[in-house]
């Protein structure tokens, strides 16, 4: 962390200033806001938090139950969501508390005595290093509290309206705030009252029943597999040997179990197979009974026993994979010609298994794409038509969700003797490793992705991934540092100028050259968009990497645009300095040509662009796309 640059601090620094709206926040919910956010699940959570770092945004957020949640359904927490954690500052102490996950074993009756289990194969959680964190599990509502702790500690001091549920919705863009949102009371001293609010912006998060998505008039398409599962989380004392340890087992014929470990080193998840189900069944499997589950699962884990000494929270489902037809209110013949005033994300968006691990994992990413936009555009940095993007880009990735996952659950679900090779749901899950983990998603060209016509320069950075990050000396303190860490969820650009061979120099090198049109020049995008009046890098986070030796790197050889200022103080950050050294190359790691690249990376930490040293009219085009010059 970077701090005691506003002045000398003693407490907790992760505790940021009260200001703007975060001052003297009422406790009454006012008639009129920036931002009214409906529920607090994982995607609303992300939007509470980012949004409250801007607090010169009004931002209100209702959740119709009465408190924090307690007994969260969802649990696999994916690589890329805890590189999200590490932006909002919370990665290390929710992996302390997590369990995390190292490999999987696959079980499989004995061909030798088919009515027993056996391990036949374990597959390492992450044998390539598509990340350096972990895959962890930890229950929903921890996730939920590190957000919201994260929102009430930001500038904002965003904290939920709980017992206030959303009812519907009219939108009028002669308003100057368009959406009308009725709510009603459902808790406390106000219980049952009904009254209208007003917003800029509306953004549902409210779940799979979401009220949002019925008064923008979507509706969930897609299909159930007919197929049913019993869950159960389980505290029990158990010979089966890896209880803690992520399984796939399938039996002779009473079924399959997913077994899934869950944090504290007592309790695991067990999906216990229900098997198919007549199209006529009409929910009935529902009832099944907890009694039922718990003998099924004994049956599958034969020969090895569950002596059940207490259930923390079970359920019985029926797999569906369901997309909405919208994730806006703006209808598909208007695309393009009308902007967004009301958005919906996560369940309410997205229905599916959960064997895949996805659905926390995914709308975590759903809520950051829209909340830095969001806060571009309110704060008058960014034109509305950027909130174009959201829907074109999420709709996307949830579409691959279903596919993905359709394709999982129906392969877990298969019969034992339906498989040639016994190894072939093993070997399937290893390939496809990259895609639970989620670091599948590719952002494609537009406003705020720029073409591949330059991808050659960084080739381990594609465009419309996310940043990968890795390790590089920062000169500062000659430290190794993970380059991708230092992203924090601040709604900066990142631009990372990997400098060409030449040495450390002011001028008269092509690293320098740049430095100093991207510093001085008027037409350049940091001149432009940057506030004369805050930090220097308050819009970019303008970052150098060279290719020598960290001990041949002088900060005083290095141009000043890569030592910004923060004000009230005036202090020359030299921070953002980086080089070589102990092994570490980052050209080396993530294949940058020699004679440097500028890699651009958005606020949410995907790839947005590459671009040689030498672009000037191509940088000055892209950023014109997408943002608004200072006033």
């Not at 900060?555 to 080089?579: E, W």
Request: aromatic share 10%.
């Amino acid at each position: 962390m970077q701090f005691h640059h506003r002045g000398y601090v003693s407490e907790n620094p992760r505790i940021k200033p009260a200001a703007g709206y975060g001052l003297n926040r009422p406790t009454e919910i006012p008639d009129e806001m920036d931002v009214l956010i409906v529920g607090t699940g994982p995607a609303a959570v992300t939007v509470a938090a980012q949004l409250s770092h801007f607090p010169s945004i009004h931002v209100r957020a209702i959740e119709k139950r009465e408190g924090r949640l307690t007994q969260g359904q969802a649990d696999g927490i994916q690589a890329r969501s805890v590189e999200t954690f590490q932006a909002f500052g919370f990665a290390n102490a929710i992996v302390d508390e997590a369990y995390r996950n190292v490999e999987m074993c696959f079980w499989k009756p004995d061909e030798k005595n088919p009515e027993n289990i056996v391990r036949v194969s374990r597959v390492p959680d992450d044998a390539h290093g598509v990340s350096e964190f972990p895959h962890i599990y930890v229950n929903q509502s921890r996730v939920l509290d590190y957000f919201l702790g994260y929102a009430a500690q930001a500038p904002g001091r965003v904290v939920p309206d709980y017992g206030v549920d959303f009812l519907d919705l009219e939108i009028d863009e002669r308003h100057e705030y368009p959406v009308a949102a009725r709510i009603q009371y459902v808790a406390g001293p106000r219980k049952g009252e009904i009254r209208t609010v007003r917003a800029k912006y509306l953004v549902g998060g409210d779940g799979a029943r979401s009220a949002v998505r019925t008064a923008l008039g979507h509706k969930l398409e897609g299909d159930a597999s007919l197929h049913a599962w019993g869950v159960i989380d389980v505290l029990c004392n158990t010979d089966f040997p890896d209880f803690q340890v992520k399984c796939s087992i399938q039996s002779h014929n009473a079924g399959n179990i997913l077994l899934i470990p869950r944090e504290g080193g007592y309790l695991s998840r067990l999906y216990v197979d229900l098997g198919n189900l007549d199209e006529n069944d009409a929910g009935e499997i529902r009832n099944t009974s907890l009694d039922e589950i718990i003998r099924r699962a004994n049956a599958i884990l034969h020969p090895y026993t569950l002596d059940v000494k207490s259930i923390a929270w079970w359920s019985v489902y029926e797999v569906a994979h369901r997309v909405t037809t919208g994730f806006d209110n703006v209808p598909a013949e208007r695309v393009g010609k009308q902007h967004p005033r009301a958005f919906i994300m996560g369940d309410a968006c997205h229905t599916h298994s959960a064997k895949a691990g996805q659905g926390m994992n995914v709308s975590i990413q759903d809520g950051w794409n829209l909340s830095w936009k969001l806060a571009a555009v309110l704060e008058g940095r960014a034109p509305e038509s950027l909130l174009d993007t959201y829907s074109a880009e999420r709709r996307v990735i949830a579409q691959d969700l279903i596919n993905f996952d359709k394709e999982w659950s129906t392969l877990m679900a298969r019969p034992v003797e339906a498989w040639d090779d016994p190894q072939d749901l093993a070997r399937w899950y290893e390939k496809t490793i990259e895609f639970p983990m989620g670091f599948m998603t590719q952002y494609p060209k537009n406003q705020i992705v720029a073409g591949l016509e330059h991808q050659y320069l960084a080739t381990g950075f594609p465009i419309g991934k996310r940043f990968k990050s890795t390790e590089v000396m920062r000169r500062a303190d000659n430290r190794w540092r993970q380059l991708g860490h230092l992203h924090e969820a601040d709604g900066r650009w990142r631009v990372y100028v990997f400098a060409d061979g030449a040495a450390p120099a002011t001028s008269g090198t092509v690293t320098a050259d740049f430095a100093q049109w991207w510093e001085n020049d008027t037409e350049s995008p940091r001149i432009k968009y940057t506030p004369k009046d805050g930090d220097t890098d308050a819009i970019f986070d303008t970052k150098v990497i060279y290719q020598q030796d960290y001990t041949e790197v002088e900060p005083g050889n290095v141009p000043a645009v890569f030592k910004p200022t923060k004000t009230p103080f005036g202090l020359i950050d030299v921070n953002q300095i980086f080089a070589a050294g102990h092994g570490r190359d980052i050209f080396r790691d993530r294949e940058i040509h020699r004679d440097g690249a500028i890699v651009v990376v958005r606020p949410d930490q995907y790839v947005s662009g590459i671009f040689p040293l030498s672009a000037r009219d191509e940088l000055k085009t892209f950023f014109a796309q997408h943002m608004l010059p200072v006033k």
